[in-house]
């Protein structure tokens, strides 16, 4: 009953190699978010899509990009993974924006060699 | 923008104890103040979340307390168990629009010694 799916859960890529990480959900959410979570941190906002409405967080390298095709995916690409990327990668939905619950995929754990 | 202090970092306590996390928040229009539990390895679950026309929300062994004045809000678990023991995050947004995303505080990983 896996509600928001990461795909895939481990990426293993060189230095400057192009990556795409993938979420989906069935909730029928509005929202979608990325989120970059670094060891021991707080999870911190990347960016997010309300419906088709994209919306950057304003220090978000330009080295990440999103895409969302349908209601139901979300991509993020990062297009020259540096080894600061390294790091898991959440997706998270929410019905709509500002007060209201996030629910989180199982994230996606990225190495940069 | 909203910024977001947690704390303390670390938190050990003995099976059976309370432990209190707490966190303040800078955005005086912020009214949403959700809890979220992140074991090893696994993705951040929301535990309780309080808004802010409310002072305390209890659920079983966890409550929260908000004082918008302080602009404060705090987990209180108590008959702690050792599965209670994960990284708490808060966070705080504001309601509302195709904004007010979630800000996140730093994490306390909490330890319950059986």
């Known amino acids: 009953d896996a509600m928001v799916i990461q795909n895939p859960r481990y990426q293993v890529t060189q230095f400057g190699k192009p990556v795409t990480l993938s979420c989906s959900q069935t909730?029928?959410?509005?929202?979608m978010y990325w989120y970059q979570q670094k060891s021991s941190q707080a999870p911190k906002l990347l960016f997010h899509y309300y419906d088709k409405d994209f919306n950057n967080e304003a220090d978000t390298p330009d080295n990440f990009q999103s895409r969302r095709p349908n209601t139901s995916f979300c991509f993020l690409d990062i297009r020259s993974p540096g080894l600061g990327d390294a790091a898991m990668y959440l997706c998270?939905?929410?019905?709509?924006?500002?007060?209201?619950?996030?629910?989180f995929g199982a994230g996606s754990r990225l190495t940069v060699l | 923008g909203e910024n977001v202090e947690q704390h303390p970092s670390t938190l050990s306590v003995q099976e059976g104890d309370s432990a209190v996390i707490k966190c303040t928040y800078s955005d005086s229009a912020s009214n949403y103040f959700p809890w979220y539990k992140q074991e090893l390895g696994k993705r951040p679950q929301l535990i309780i979340d309080?808004?802010?026309?409310?002072g305390e929300k209890k659920d079983q062994r966890i409550a929260v307390t908000l004082n918008k004045t302080a602009k404060h809000f705090s987990l209180h678990i108590t008959e702690t168990q050792p599965e209670d023991s994960a990284v708490y995050f808060c966070a705080a947004s504001s309601y509302g629009g195709s904004q007010g995303n979630l800000i996140f505080g730093k994490g306390t990983k909490l330890s319950v010694k059986p």
């Open positions: 309080i808004r802010s026309n409310v």
């Open positions: 909730l029928n959410h509005n929202v």
């Open positions: 998270a939905t929410s019905r709509s924006a500002g007060a209201n619950v996030l629910t």
